[in-house]
């Protein structure tokens, strides 16, 4: 065991009868089992001279008790004669059983509420154990079962003798209330990851007036080591209750309003109680419609498939139920996908649009803010006092230049004939202030200027 060593030395008389020397060997077989959630069981065979020399006595079994939920113990066996004790035999470990799920919370006809016992150590995931119970039904304790001894429910379904199953595999530890029979679908991670063909587990609806059990298995990492916990208290569903005024629609497990494209196939589901023999019929637009029957469950159900041919495919399929004394109907509706799914695509692109104005307007500011920065305030200065000044001393021809320091590139300076050359009026340049005599006006009265 953990932290100490247990031996059988004290038992010696019940495992080997006295001899005249010690054993050869150890004893054989040893199989640990847990019991509960406080308790080992250990089962042995003698050592194999014992067994030839049959002086020793048929398989033997200890009980440990005390000992603490959820942990795991290793146990090792030896025997011994009043000459001294043999060799231990291989160290084997084993968990006990977890804290038990307490008693369903709330009941209906085909489900029970179980609060669960969340493990408060690490868990890649964990089994929900289920089993119809029988009266005065002794059941085994949940570590005895092998995971390949854990059915589904269609096979415990089929069987005359009811069989723990598997109703559900959780990976959250925040799952800690369960409805049994909820009619839901859950897979093994680990199948995943192995490629397993297994469609998953279905937690199908239980029977009314039935009593049920559960048990979680946790699995502590990818290694497949695992305990389980103990057996909840025993749970019963209501019982069998007709609704007065005919059959009544089971709307928790039937078909409501969907969505489809066009090409899609859709199954549609109606699921009802009432007196026995209950018949479904189904029709849409007053044309009627072949649908398969369920009769095996403790309700009955119709399943409608539906493929989505064009336009007319669209609307309400009404299922007619009938029971031995009255009917009533189920309507289901198909609406037509409107493609909701691309909203979120236009509102990005919108988005997306807003972004790019706002950076080509930001460039354009920049863009004028820069040509606006390359006219030097000294240059207008210069060319506002030169203004001035041509404007007071029009005949001066000083005034009527500008300062050309090095800037060729922007004004072209007087050009006077070098050796040789002729003085040509057309080579000479200035900025010439324009000076108007009374004869260049015209009489604004004719003109209107």
């Known amino acids: 065991m953990v932290g100490s060593t247990w031996s059988a030395v004290e038992e010696s008389e019940t495992v080997v009868r006295e001899k005249k020397k010690a054993p050869e060997g150890p004893p054989l077989n040893v199989k640990v089992t847990a019991e509960s959630s406080s308790s080992l069981s250990v089962t042995w065979e003698p050592p194999e001279k014992d067994k030839k020399n ?11 008790a005390s000992l603490n939920a959820s942990t795991k113990y290793y146990v090792r066996v030896l025997a ?47 089994y929900v154990v289920a089993l119809k119970l029988k009266d005065g039904q002794k059941v085994q304790s949940p570590a005895s079962y092998e995971n390949n001894e854990l059915v589904t429910y269609a096979e415990t379904e089929k069987s005359s003798d009811p069989k723990p199953y598997i ?43 039935t009593s049920y059990s559960i048990f979680q298995r946790i699995f502590i990492n990818d290694k ?32 409501g309003e969907t969505k489809a494209k066009e090409s899609d196939l859709v199954n549609l589901l109606c699921s009802a109680q009432g007196e026995l023999p209950i018949t479904f019929t189904w029709e849409k637009d007053q044309k009627s419609l072949e649908s398969f029957m369920e009769t095996e469950k403790p309700h009955r159900s119709s399943l409608l498939a539906v493929t989505v041919k ?17 009917s009533t109907i189920h309507t289901i509706s198909i609406q037509k996908d409107t493609g ?37 305030p ?72």
């Open 310 to 326: 064009d336009q007319t495919s669209f609307g309400k399929y009404i299922s007619h139920i009938q029971d031995q004394f009255q």
């Open 167 to 209: 109703a559900a595999v959780l990976t959250s530890k925040d799952e800690n209330m369960f409805t049994l029979g909820d009619g839901r679908n859950t897979s093994n991670p680990t199948s995943r990851r192995r490629r397993s063909t297994s469609s998953g587990y279905y937690n199908g609806p239980l029977e009314p007036g």
């Open 340 to 376: 909701e799914k691309y909203l979120a695509g236009i509102i990005v692109l919108a988005i997306l649009l807003v972004i790019s104005f706002v950076i080509i307007a930001y460039f354009i500011y920049q863009n004028r803010r820069l040509k606006s920065l390359k006219a030097s």
């Open 54 to 64: 049959e002086q020793t006595a048929k398989e033997k079994m200890l009980v440990i």
């Open 80 to 126: 011994s004669t009043k000459v001294g004790p043999g060799p231990y035999s291989e160290s084997k470990g084993k968990f006990t059983n977890g804290k038990q799920p307490q008693v369903s919370t709330n009941e209906t006809e085909y489900t029970l509420t179980f609060p669960l016992q969340i493990p408060s150590r690490n868990f890649t995931h964990f």
């Open 378 to 449: 000294e240059n207008k200065s210069k060319d506002r006092n030169n203004s001035e000044e041509i404007d007071k001393n029009p005949d001066n021809d000083d005034a009527n230049y500008e300062d050309m320091e090095n800037e060729e590139s922007t004004y072209t300076a007087l050009k006077k004939p070098g050796p040789g050359e002729e003085e040509n009026d057309s080579h000479l340049y200035a900025h010439l202030h324009e000076v108007h005599t009374d004869t260049d006006y015209v009489n604004q009265k004719q003109t209107g200027f």
């Open 224 to 255: 497949s080591e695992y305990y389980s916990t103990d057996w909840s208290p025993a749970s019963k569903t209501v019982g069998d209750v007709l609704v007065p005024g005919g059959p009544r629609v089971l709307t928790n497990m039937s078909s």
